[in-house]
């Protein structure tokens, strides 16, 4: 299994936009399942987008229309492009495998949607 770092986090503003990356450390090749999650404040950890080895991505309806993901598996990284950001967005978003079995957690990184 492969380990994610997750990077790219920060404090915005409402509607700005801000683009998370995941490197893993090794490859992401075949991997047939892929996830982004977030966990805000006091809530439990929200499965927000899937990424299946063949590219069919899916969204939850938090975030669709306003997130895209992607992956390079050339460079064994996923992205998360985020827009429209508000402070309902503001959660610690984490990457992994999830499929056929789960990865392990990374440490996040901390997103911020402040006024």
């Known amino acids: 299994q492969v380990q994610f770092v997750e990077s790219g986090g920060g404090t915005v503003r409402p509607g700005d936009s801000l683009t998370l990356s995941c490197v893993a450390s090794?490859?992401?090749?075949?991997?047939?399942?892929l996830a982004w999650y977030r966990q805000a404040p006091g809530l439990q950890r929200e499965l927000i987008v899937t990424?299946?080895?063949?590219?069919?991505?899916h969204y939850a309806g938090s975030v669709k229309g306003r997130f895209t993901a992607s992956k390079d598996n050339a460079k064994n990284t996923m992205y998360l492009q985020m827009t429209d950001l508000s402070p309902g967005d503001t959660a610690l978003y984490y990457c992994?495998?999830?499929?056929?079995?789960?990865?392990?957690w990374g440490q996040g990184t901390q997103v911020t949607v402040s006024s």
């Open positions: 992994r495998q999830n499929f056929p079995q789960f990865g392990p």
């Open positions: 090794g490859s992401i090749d075949g991997i047939l399942g």
């Open positions: 990424i299946t080895d063949s590219g069919t991505i």
